[in-house]
C-alpha cells in the first residue's frame, strides 16, 4: 500500500483509540507490541526460555493460513481449509524455534482438572481437550525467517519472534515483568497485578491463552490466570460477519444511527454467555424502541412529568404507605437488584446482569399502574400518599441508574442529571430513601431514547451503502489471440526461481530489481 509496517499499525491503532475513545471505553494502559519496553522484555523471555531449553531450533512443514497466522495439521483442516476462517492453506516449510509445547501438556490437563473455572464457559474446555491436547499437542513455531517485521531474537537476527509469544506476552510486559528475576523478586507493582483475575477474550482465540499462554507462563515459573473467558460472537443473521460478503457493521455507523449508549447496550446485552448472539438493524431498532424508549426512557419521562405537574418539581418523602404491599415489593426490587447484579457480573455474566438492572425499571412502571398516580392527584386526600409514591419511584430509579451507569454511563448521567441527584457507590445500595426529601427535578425532562421507524432506518442503511460502494470498474475489452499450438509451447523454456532480494529501482515508481537463484 505504499506505507512501512509501523506507518500501517500506527494507523490501526489510532483507528482503534478512536472507537474506543467514542463508546466511551476506559483502560489503564493501551499496550502496543511495538513499545521499546516490550519488545526488550520479549527478546530477554526469548532468551530464557531458549537457555534453559523450552525454545530449540529445528524446521516447520505445515498447512499455513495467512490471515490467521497459524499453521494446520492435516487432521485440523475441515475440508482442506483453515477451521478458523474457512480460507485455502498453503503447504509451508522454513527454518524456525520452537516452544516445547509436548513437555507441559500432562500439566497443563492435570491444572484444567484442578481449576475447574479455568476456562469458561466449561464447553471451552472440552474443546481446549478433545481439539487439540487429546490428539497430542505439536510444539509451536515462535520464530519466522520469511518476513523481517517484528522482534527480532538476540543470538539469531535473522529470525524474528513470530505472533504469539510476543503478542500473549503483553500481559506481563505491560505491568513490569523481569525475566530475570524469580516471582517473588518480581515488583511490588508487578504483583498488585498478577496473576490476573480473568483475561476476556473472542472465543476464536482461546487456544491461544488457554494452551499456548499457559505454557510459557509455566516454563517462566509464574502463575497463570485465574481464569480465562472465551466470550461468543455476535452474528449478522446469516453467519459471520466479512468484507466480502459486504455485511460488515462498523461501531461508528451505528453509533451515528443509535447513539453510543443504545449500541453498548445491545451488543452487552444480547451477546449470550456461551452461544452466539445475532445483531441485525432491525433487532437494533425493535430493542430500542422496546427497552430503552419505552422500559426506561418513557418511565423517567413520566416520573419527572408527573412530579413537575403535581407538585412543582419538588420531590417529598411523606412516608405515606399502602396496604396492599406495592411500596415494599417495590422497595424489596429495589434493596436486592444490586446483590444480584453483583453476582451475574462475578459469573462473567454480562446479559443478565443488564436484564436484572432493567428488571428493577420494569418494576417501577408496574408500581406507576398499580398506584395509578393520576387518580391520587384527583382526591386533595391522598396527596401525601402520592408524594410518597414519587419519592419511592424517584429512589429506585436512582437505585437502578448506579447500576446501569458501567453499561450506559451517558444515559445514567442524563437521568441522575434530570432528577438532580449525585451518583453513588455500590455501598450505598442496601438502603432505601438516600434521596433527599424536599430536592427539586428538572423543569423540562430530556428524552433519553426517540423511537425509530424501521423502514426509515432500513431506507438510510440502503443510502449508506451505495453512497460507501467501491464503484464498479469497467475494464477494456481484450480482443483474444489466437492460440498457439502444443508443438510451439514445448518451445518455450520455463524455470522455476527463489527470489533472494527485491529492491525498488531508483526514480521509477513501477520498476523492481531482483535477485534470483534459478538453481
Known amino acids: 500500500?505504499?506505507?512501512?509496517?509501523?506507518?500501517?499499525?500506527?494507523?490501526?491503532?489510532?483507528?482503534?483509540?478512536?472507537?474506543?475513545?467514542?463508546?466511551?471505553?476506559?483502560?489503564?494502559?493501551?499496550?502496543?507490541?511495538?513499545?521499546?519496553?516490550?519488545?526488550?522484555?520479549?527478546?530477554?523471555?526469548?532468551?530464557?526460555?531458549?537457555?534453559?531449553?523450552?525454545?530449540?531450533?529445528?524446521?516447520?512443514?505445515?498447512?499455513?493460513?495467512?490471515?490467521?497466522?497459524?499453521?494446520?495439521?492435516?487432521?485440523?483442516?475441515?475440508?482442506?481449509?483453515?477451521?478458523?476462517?474457512?480460507?485455502?492453506?498453503?503447504k509451508a516449510s522454513e527454518e524456525a524455534y520452537f516452544l516445547r509445547l509436548s513437555k507441559y501438556a500432562d500439566r497443563l490437563v492435570q491444572y484444567y482438572n484442578e481449576h475447574e473455572e479455568f476456562i469458561t464457559p466449561v464447553s471451552r474446555k472440552n474443546e481446549m481437550i478433545n481439539n487439540f491436547i487429546k490428539p497430542g499437542l505439536q510444539d509451536l513455531c515462535v520464530s519466522r525467517t520469511s518476513f523481517t517485521w517484528g522482534i527480532p531474537v538476540e543470538f539469531d537476527p535473522k529470525h524474528v519472534t513470530y505472533v504469539w509469544l510476543d503478542a500473549l506476552s503483553n500481559y506481563i510486559t505491560a505491568i513490569g515483568f523481569d525475566p530475570d528475576k524469580s516471582f517473588d523478586e518480581q515488583s511490588e507493582h508487578f504483583k498488585k497485578y498478577w496473576p490476573c483475575d480473568v483475561h476476556v477474550i473472542g472465543k476464536d482465540i482461546l487456544r491461544f491463552h488457554t494452551i499456548y499462554w499457559p505454557i510459557m507462563l509455566m516454563a517462566l515459573d509464574i502463575p497463570l490466570p485465574k481464569q480465562v473467558f472465551g466470550h461468543p460472537w455476535l452474528l449478522q443473521g446469516d453467519g459471520k460477519m466479512s468484507k466480502s460478503k459486504g455485511n460488515v457493521l462498523y461501531a461508528d455507523d451505528l453509533a451515528d444511527f443509535f447513539g453510543v449508549d443504545a449500541v453498548r447496550y445491545f451488543v452487552l446485552h444480547e451477546m449470550p454467555f456461551e452461544n452466539d448472539g445475532v445483531i441485525t438493524w432491525e433487532l437494533l431498532v425493535e430493542r430500542l424502541n422496546s427497552e430503552l424508549a419505552n422500559t426506561l426512557g418513557n418511565l423517567v419521562n413520566r416520573t419527572v412529568s408527573m412530579i413537575n405537574k403535581y407538585h412543582g418539581g419538588e420531590v417529598t418523602n411523606t412516608e405515606v404507605h399502602d396496604t396492599e404491599g406495592f411500596d415494599e415489593d417495590l422497595k424489596k426490587c429495589a434493596l436486592e437488584a444490586a446483590g444480584k447484579v453483583e453476582a451475574k457480573m462475578e459469573k462473567?455474566?454480562?446479559?443478565?446482569?443488564?436484564?436484572?438492572?432493567?428488571?428493577?425499571?420494569?418494576?417501577?412502571?408496574?408500581?406507576?399502574?398499580?398506584?395509578?398516580?393520576?387518580?391520587l392527584a384527583k382526591d386533595e386526600a391522598s396527596?401525601?400518599?402520592?408524594?410518597?409514591?414519587?419519592?419511592?419511584?424517584?429512589?429506585?430509579?436512582?437505585?437502578?441508574?448506579?447500576?446501569?451507569?458501567?453499561?450506559?454511563?451517558?444515559?445514567?448521567e442524563k437521568i441522575l442529571g434530570q432528577l438532580n441527584a449525585t451518583k453513588r457507590?455500590?455501598?450505598?445500595?442496601?438502603?432505601?430513601?438516600?434521596?433527599?426529601?424536599?430536592?427539586?427535578?428538572?423543569?423540562?425532562?430530556?428524552?433519553?431514547?426517540?423511537?425509530?421507524?424501521?423502514?426509515?432506518?432500513?431506507?438510510?442503511?440502503?443510502?449508506?451503502?451505495?453512497?460507501?460502494?467501491?464503484?464498479?470498474?469497467?475494464?477494456?475489452?481484450?480482443?483474444?489471440?489466437?492460440?498457439?499450438?502444443?508443438?510451439?509451447?514445448?518451445?518455450?523454456?520455463?524455470?522455476?526461481?527463489?527470489?533472494?532480494?527485491?529492491?525498488?529501482?531508483?526514480?521509477?515508481?513501477?520498476?523492481?530489481?531482483?535477485?534470483?537463484?534459478?538453481g
Open 425 to 518: 457507590g455500590l455501598e450505598d445500595l442496601d438502603t432505601f430513601g438516600k434521596y433527599p426529601s424536599g430536592n427539586k427535578v428538572t423543569e423540562k425532562p430530556e428524552i433519553l431514547f426517540a423511537r425509530l421507524d424501521i423502514n426509515e432506518v432500513l431506507e438510510k442503511v440502503e443510502a449508506m451503502r451505495t453512497a460507501n460502494a467501491e464503484p464498479e470498474v469497467n475494464y477494456p475489452e481484450i480482443e483474444p489471440k489466437e492460440e498457439i499450438a502444443i508443438d510451439d509451447f514445448f518451445k518455450v523454456e520455463l524455470r522455476a526461481a527463489k527470489v533472494l532480494e527485491c529492491e525498488k529501482v531508483k526514480k521509477s515508481k513501477k520498476l523492481l530489481k531482483l535477485q534470483v537463484d534459478i
Open 1 to 90: 500500500a505504499g506505507i512501512t509496517p509501523q506507518a500501517y499499525v500506527d494507523k490501526v491503532a489510532g483507528e482503534i483509540k478512536s472507537i474506543w475513545d467514542l463508546f466511551n471505553v476506559s483502560y489503564n494502559k493501551f499496550i502496543r507490541t511495538t513499545d521499546e519496553d516490550h519488545v526488550k522484555c520479549v527478546q530477554k523471555i526469548f532468551n530464557k526460555l531458549y537457555e534453559q531449553g523450552d525454545i530449540y531450533k529445528g524446521s516447520y512443514e505445515g498447512n499455513y493460513c495467512t490471515p490467521c497466522e497459524s499453521f494446520w495439521t492435516d487432521t485440523q483442516l475441515v475440508d482442506g481449509k483453515c477451521p478458523d476462517c474457512g480460507r485455502e492453506c498453503k
Open 383 to 412: 396527596n401525601d400518599r402520592l408524594k410518597t409514591v414519587l419519592y419511592n419511584l424517584v429512589e429506585s430509579i436512582c437505585i437502578g441508574t448506579t447500576l446501569l451507569e458501567s453499561f450506559m454511563p451517558e444515559t445514567a
Open 348 to 375: 462473567l455474566r454480562v446479559a443478565d446482569a443488564i436484564t436484572e438492572v432493567f428488571t428493577l425499571f420494569k418494576r417501577c412502571n408496574k408500581y406507576i399502574d398499580e398506584t395509578m398516580p393520576w387518580a
